[in-house]
T-cell receptor, first 111, second 117 residues
Framework: GNSVTQMEGPVTLSEEAFLTINCTYT??????LFWYVQYPGEGLQLLLKATKADDKGSNKGFEATYRKETTSFHLEKGSVQVSDSAVYFCALSLRDYKLSFGAGTTVTVRA | GAVVSQHPSRVICKSGTSVKIECRSLDFQATTMFWYRQFPKQSLMLMAT?????????EQGVEKDKFLINHASLTLSTLTVTSAHPEDSSFYIC?????????????FGPGTRLTVL
């Protein structure tokens, strides 16, 4: 079956620190990969995506590269801000459009 | 951008009653809507896929008679939790796939917090 494993949190960082959240996947097929973010009290928002191997998704200073050889899609940001405090979900989807989510990683950035 | 709304945002009900949650795509047509359930500090679990004008497809382990889904138009899907019990208390989230939009992109509603007393 399809599944996503992401780094367990919570993660606490200081402002301007480097953030990495690991995500690996298993899939029967060639998935599209996503990172979603859920800010406190809000719904999920698409942060970035990649649809084929070696694609790099980027948005708001976040980046993730689709690595087929390691079945990974790690999220990185070079300098986090307090406003980046949220829950981050890695997800995959095949052609049926169903999303399979990882467990979510809670990130807290302190000023 | 594509906006999805849910109503109500919070609902508290007594055990044994039914609760209806609406999911609307406000500025686009959605052939497919998805319903998820999220437990505290856990991930989203897909409950069912709803296609306009046809019966919903439920994931394994989801009781279709308990969670009734109707997708009557290209902008509205409803989830009815029938004879709700405390174990049905959860955060319910819908998403909608745009009719002619990006491949594999879904837009999420803000969620509905259901508390069954």
């Amino acid at each position: 079956g399809n599944s996503v494993t992401q780094m367990e949190g919570p993660v606490t960082l200081s402002e301007e620190a480097f953030l990495t959240i690991n995500c690996t996947y298993t899939a029967t097929g060639y998935p599209s990969l996503f990172w979603y973010v859920q800010y406190p009290g809000e719904g999920l928002q698409l942060l970035l995506k990649a649809t084929k191997a070696d694609d790099k998704g980027s948005n708001k200073g976040f980046e993730a590269t689709y690595r087929k050889e390691t079945t990974s899609f790690h999220l990185e940001k070079g300098s986090v801000q307090v406003s980046d405090s949220a829950v981050y979900f890695c997800a995959l989807s095949l052609r049926d459009y169903k999303l399979s989510f990882g467990a979510g990683t809670t990130v807290t950035v302190r000023a | 951008g594509a906006v999805v709304s849910q109503h109500p945002s919070r609902v508290i009900c007594k055990s044994g009653t039914s609760v209806k949650i609406e999911c609307r795509s406000l500025d686009f047509q959605a052939t497919t809507m998805f319903w998820y359930r999220q437990f505290p500090k856990q991930s989203l679990m897909l409950m069912a896929t709803s296609n306009e004008g046809s019966k919903a497809t439920y994931e394994q382990g989801v009781e279709k008679d308990k969670f009734l889904i109707n997708h009557a138009s290209l902008t509205l899907s409803t989830l009815t939790v029938t004879s709700a019990h405390p174990e049905d208390s959860s955060f319910y989230i819908c998403s909608a796939r745009q009719l002619a939009g990006h491949y594999n992109e879904q837009f999420f509603g803000p969620g509905t917090r259901l508390t069954v007393l």
